[in-house]
């Protein structure tokens, strides 16, 4: 028997929809817009329609829910001009805007969750540290595929990539990209881990 879509499913995914249209609508550079929110329709689709037959925890779903979130939002704005992130920029006397590092937190950490989620449920590894190892590597394998992207889209556009990468004129912004990556990950493995384990047990 095939089970049913979870029921807050439904709701992410319309408010997610709504939030696209919107943000499409508002966002003063449309490709840009379009390259950041390209995984979320990637993504959200697959997950809809995978639903029933290989459900994921709440935890991972809430959480990707949330990474979409930060992807639209920085879609429509650029991540280097986020308003939330100018106003965090003030109050730590920041030298950028770091509302793009929030994203590559969340690069790591939701890929993790899903990774963890993944090799645990079929059994591909064996032994807590070996876990842990393997998914933040990759995560860490994921992060760099993307900073790759950035380079081949930059290499595409020339000067027309510069909203798209969000570097602000941090020579180290790819090094530092990959370490907020590599921190999610770990987020993801010692904080969230045993909680996650529960809720992967319940499925």
């Known amino acids: 028997m095939t089970a049913s879509r979870p029921v807050y499913l439904p709701v992410g995914v319309f408010l997610l929809a709504l939030l696209l249209v919107v943000t499409g609508i508002a966002t003063a550079s449309k490709l840009t817009w379009l390259m950041e929110v390209l995984p979320v329709l990637i993504i959200v689709p697959i997950l809809w329609a995978t639903a029933r037959r290989y459900p994921l925890t709440p935890m991972l779903y809430v959480l990707i829910f ?3 979130i930060i992807l639209i939002v920085g879609g429509m704005y650029s991540y280097a001009r986020v308003p939330l992130g100018f106003e965090v920029q003030e109050w730590f006397h920041l030298s950028r805007n770091p509302y793009d590092k929030l994203g590559h937190l969340f690069q790591g950490l939701v890929p993790a969750l899903a990774a963890r989620e993944v090799l645990i449920r079929g059994v591909f590894v064996k032994g807590r540290k070996m876990l842990a190892f393997v998914v933040c590597c990759i995560a860490l394998a994921i992060s760099a595929f993307y900073e790759l992207i950035e380079w081949w889209v930059a290499l595409i556009l020339g000067q027309g990539a510069d909203e798209f990468l969000g ?13 907020c990556a590599l921190l999610g990950a770990m987020i993801s493995v010692f904080i969230l881990g045993r909680w996650h384990s529960k809720q992967i047990k319940a499925l």
Do not use: A, V
């Open 66 to 68: 949330f990474h979409t």
């Open 167 to 179: 570097t602000q004129g941090d020579p180290w912004d790819t090094q530092s990209d990959m370490l």
